[in-house]
């Protein structure tokens, strides 16, 4: 694997955001998610769970509610504002004032035509989707409290909704209230306010509600009747889904619990059936503030900012990899870079960047030591960014010297001085609007120019100007347009080759010197996570959501040998099982046939010198590796060379032949900033 000098850095506070809700798509294979500090995110199973979509979020824009109506993804919150995304833009597309108040539920019909809205003033209100928006169509029956919760009949005849101490049942035809329950009519010398947190309309006419008591109840709503009441909680059941064959649901606690109910027979073959707690699963430690119910897995997501995905066994053809439990913590995307002839590192946050020197060291040692500091990591910069949009990309120059990063309407770039006494910032004036929207941002190696991936495949191409300017110098565009923007840029170290990714899952590639475009890709059936051009064969290797890998002779135009060898011979099984994509792609110019590369778990060096494993070969970590006997290591020689020390990592990059940078954020540095979950008793205690 060879040996390197690591630079372990731990000093990168990120805190994810907990996520507030989940919408998962009907008849589809994409879920959208909702954080609390209001980014919207959409998952895509069919491409192994792939964060293909990012919204940076906004402090004025909460989303309390998520709801696909086709290929639509709409959001609604406490601003009082519906709002739809632009999933192709990679923004909002429209927003549309509900005229109600803070919007605290929002539910679709089953044909997705019409959007319903529970509001603070007590008012549900209909909305029609239209080509390009939505129409106000009727307001229902106001009654007091808030809405905090709705659920359509499948029919599409009535809908559920949820407050405090009841719910109600609406006609839609009339709009009318046609029967009010209340949830605690049946417990006596309650004191205390019950809250409906979420609830669910059956094509049976059943009502399941699960409310701050921790109980889940099921209500037959023509007669006001309670059917069945299970507990299962001490604290808040806060959220609820129900199958699309409506025989599972799950629901989220405030405990960090989730529990799935089954539509089971009260005796063998008997064609009676309950409702049944079958399953509880406790892998959140904070509130599960939304759920979602697949065809074949149970959501949940947390204050813990985790998402976990768990498959129904019963479910599953396929008692492997695709039955996997899978938790996903870290967002699918960069969010440090790198200069590397100035030892810096640039850590982007929601609304503020640092940027931080390396320590050094003067020291030697063996494998595994910790050397001594000479100089310690310095914290030299925190630029805060004005507004309450959030930033969604940002960059710092090979040299250090040039400062940049992008929200949804402003593009910023800063000239970063270094002085004696400290370092002086400068902020460069002028700059163009039309390098917007920006969702990816890349210098090239010689820090001249900044490229700027944007709206429908486009790349804009900055020239840096000294002292301190820039200069629109041209965009590049794709044969054909696209109406998906870029999300990945590699740039050759020659300054010759520009590779761009967008939404579609192309990869254009531009010859810079003629700035037109060169090539592209064959398309491949699953996301782009990371790509990288080799500095000395200018070959372009590509990691996709499959975790498939390719490499493409730019100057060729056509894969290379080694590639198609790989996918004659097949990777091995356990390296296809991971769950966690390849975020970054680097290389060793003193050892061109080495592929640095990373995910969340490990760190992997592929030797192309070397033959691939069969899957009856062992995917080794290093560490383990380096214990067997010298014989036992010939036997496991192969290209992979995986390193599993360093996680969760977020970056690793080749700072020079022998000396790496890796950037961790270990899980419980972020619980310990998370505000206390609920306590719960122990054994013995």
Not at 146 to 157: E, K, Q
Not at 158 to 163: E, M, P, R
Not at 304 to 328: H, N, S, T
Not at 474 to 502: C, K, M, N
Request: proline content about 5%.
């Amino acid at each position: 694997m060879g040996e390197f000098q690591v630079h372990r850095v731990r000093f990168f506070g990120l805190v994810p955001a907990g996520v507030r809700c989940l919408a998962w798509q009907p008849r589809g294979d994409r879920l959208g998610l909702a954080r609390t500090d209001g980014t919207v995110e959409v998952y895509n199973f069919a491409a192994n769970y792939f964060q293909e979509k990012v919204i940076p979020g906004h402090e004025a824009r909460s989303v309390e509610a998520l709801c696909w109506a086709g290929e639509r993804l709409f959001g609604a919150g406490l601003s009082g504002e519906i709002t739809e995304y632009d999933l192709a833009g990679l923004c909002v597309a429209c927003s549309v004032d509900g005229c109600g108040g803070p919007i605290w539920s929002m539910a679709v019909n089953s044909s997705g035509t019409q959007l319903a809205i529970g509001c603070d003033d007590g008012s549900v209100k209909l909305f029609q989707v239209v080509p390009g928006g939505i129409q106000f169509e009727q307001n229902l029956d106001r009654r007091k409290g808030r809405i905090l919760c709705l659920s359509w009949h499948p029919l599409d005849t009535h809908i559920a909704a949820g407050s405090i101490d009841s719910f109600r049942v609406l006609d839609v035809r009339s709009g009318q209230t046609v029967q009010r329950i209340m949830v605690n009519y049946h417990v006596k010398k309650v004191k205390q306010e019950c809250i409906v947190w979420s609830i669910a309309f059956l094509s049976s006419g059943t009502v399941v509600t699960s409310d701050s008591f921790g109980r889940v109840q099921f209500w037959d709503w023509e007669q006001g009747t309670l059917l069945d009441s299970h507990t299962v909680s001490n604290s808040a059941v806060l959220s609820l889904a129900v199958s699309e064959k409506e025989d599972s649901i799950v629901v989220g606690t405030s405990a960090g619990a989730t529990y799935q109910f089954q539509l089971l027979p009260v005796k063998l073959s008997s064609e009676e059936k309950r409702w049944i707690r079958t399953k509880p699963f406790h892998y959140h430690t904070h509130d599960v503030r939304a759920v979602a119910h697949s065809s074949t897995a149970l959501i949940s997501g947390g204050l813990d900012a985790q998402l976990v995905i768990r498959p129904l066994m019963e479910k599953m053809q396929d008692k492997g990899y695709e039955a996997a439990l899978r938790k996903f913590t870290f967002p699918h995307r960069r969010l440090v870079s790198c200069a590397r002839e100035a030892r810096l590192l640039l850590f982007q946050f929601s609304q503020h960047l640092e940027l931080w020197r390396l320590g050094s060291t003067n020291g030697t040692g063996k494998d595994g030591d910790v050397l001594p500091l000479s100089s310690m990591p310095e914290h030299l910069v925190q630029l805060r960014s004005k507004g309450p949009e959030h930033i969604y990309c940002s960059c710092v120059s090979p040299c250090g010297s040039w400062v940049t990063y992008a929200t949804a309407s402003r593009f910023h770039l800063y000239r970063v001085h270094y002085e004696d006494d400290g370092v002086r910032i400068e902020k460069i004036p002028k700059v163009s609007k039309l390098l917007l929207p920006a969702y990816q941002l890349q210098f090239s190696s010689d820090s001249s120019s900044l490229f700027i991936a944007s709206a429908r495949g486009s790349v804009h191409v900055v020239l840096l100007l000294e002292p301190g300017g820039c200069r629109h110098l041209h965009t590049l565009q794709p044969p054909s347009e696209s109406p998906e923007a870029v999300y990945l840029l590699a740039l050759s170290a020659d300054g010759r080759w520009l590779a761009a990714v967008s939404g579609d899952w192309a990869i254009h590639i531009y010859k810079l010197k003629r700035l037109k475009h060169h090539c592209t890709v064959p398309m491949y059936s699953c996301a782009v996570t990371a790509l990288a051009i080799h500095p000395v064969t200018n070959d372009l290797v590509i990691a996709y959501s499959d975790q498939q890998l390719f490499e493409f002779s730019i100057p060729e135009k056509q894969y290379t040998d080694w590639s198609r060898m790989v996918q004659k011979s097949g990777l091995h099984k356990v390296w296809l099982e991971r769950d966690s994509p390849i975020t970054h792609i680097t290389f060793n110019p003193k050892n061109p046939s080495h592929i640095l590369l990373h995910d969340t778990y490990m760190f992997c060096i592929i030797d192309k010198s070397l033959p691939l494993p069969d899957n009856s070969a062992l995917l080794m970590n290093q560490c383990i590796l380096k214990q067997l006997p010298e014989s036992a290591r010939q036997q496991q020689l192969h290209a992979f060379k995986i390193c599993k020390k360093f996680q969760p990592l977020l970056f690793a990059d080749l700072l020079d032949e022998k000396c790496l940078v890796m950037v961790e954020r270990p899980i419980m540095d972020i619980k310990t900033q998370l505000p206390l979950p609920i306590q719960r008793k122990k054994f013995g205690t």
